[in-house]
Nanobody, 130 residues
Framework: QVQFVESGGGLVQPGGSLRLSCVAS????????MAWYRQAPGKEHEGISC????????YYGDSVKGRFTISRDNAENRVILEMHSLKPDDTGVYYC???????????????????????WGKGTLVNVSS
């Protein structure tokens, strides 16, 4: 049974930082590309940070470039999202997702690619507000 345990969301002031974690089980994690998607209120899912099976291959959405960093630890079946200089526009539910056949660029750059992702977490809420 595939499971994701997402953690690290919460309320943070503008300019602050958060670290999201997603621990996966039930599939061969190292064979899957991983993504963090964000769904802001009233908007579609947005691919913000994605990483290939090869952790040196990453891709970021334009809205988070230079502020967010994605990484993975295959020994712990974990993908991490470090978020800095947070803005109110970063508010939303952040989902961890996995796909065996995708590339980081495809997951993050192709609009609505998210509908084809193989596995999804339940999401963690990030609220950037003063």
């Amino acid at each position: 049974q595939v499971q994701f345990v997402e953690s690290g969301g919460g309320l943070v002031q503008p300019g602050g930082s958060l670290r999201l974690s997603c621990v996966a089980s039930g599939f061969t994690f190292s064979n899957y590309a991983m993504a963090w998607y964000r769904q802001a209120p009233g908007k579609e899912h947005e691919g913000i940070s994605c990483i290939d099976e090869d952790p040196s291959h990453t891709y970021y959405g334009d809205s988070v470039k230079g502020r967010f960093t994605i990484s993975r630890d295959n020994a712990e079946n974990r993908v991490i999202l470090e978020m800095h200089s947070l803005k109110p526009d970063d508010t939303g539910v952040y989902y961890c997702a996995a796909d065996r056949l995708a590339s980081a660029q495809r997951m993050c750059a192709v609009p609505q690619y998210y509908v084809t992702m193989e596995y999804w977490g339940k999401g963690t809420l990030v609220n950037v507000s003063s």
